[in-house]
């Protein structure tokens, strides 16, 4: 979706001008928090596979590159998840009868709130200046794993 129309004015008969601008602002508001869910699951991604890394003492595995972020448009929401093809990052993730539960993913985001708190503000901030906020939008549709980004 391309930026609205930035004003619809109109005009009364006793000389009394409005100016619209909701729909601008209500798209720059959505997507500023689309592009800080965004930096937040590229981040958290990046931290999973470094805390996989050092939990197994090795430098390449489908596990450790199997992790993903799904920013939902409709939802306007962030979803940080384990890929198909990982199955059993689940099982290190959760636990089951054989393997002892490691919750890396869930490490992941607790030991770094800060991090992603300082993440989400710097969108948020940018509210201040409407340019700034304009460069940081990008409007292509974003679904990945953080493996090449």
Not at 45 to 58: D, E, I, L, T
Not at 64 to 70: E, K, L, M, P, V
Request: proline share 2%.
């Amino acid at each position: 979706m391309a930026m609205p129309k930035s004003v619809i004015r109109i005009n009364n008969k006793n000389g009394i001008t409005f100016i619209d601008n909701v729909d601008r602002t209500k798209y720059t508001l959505r997507e500023l928090t689309r592009a800080a869910l965004r930096d937040t699951g590229k981040y958290v991604c990046n931290r999973f596979r470094k805390n996989y890394y050092s939990a197994f003492k090795r430098k390449k595995h489908r596990v450790g590159r199997a992790t993903q972020y799904w920013v939902r448009k409709r939802e306007n929401n962030l979803q940080v998840g384990v890929k198909p093809n990982g199955f059993y990052g689940l099982f290190q993730e959760f636990g089951s009868s054989k393997t002892k539960k490691l919750g890396l993913l869930q490490k992941s985001v607790k030991n770094n709130i800060p991090m992603i708190v300082k993440i989400q503000s710097q969108y948020l901030s940018a509210l201040e200046s409407e340019a700034r906020a304009i460069a940081l939008i990008r409007d292509k549709e974003y679904k990945g794993g953080a493996d090449g980004e």
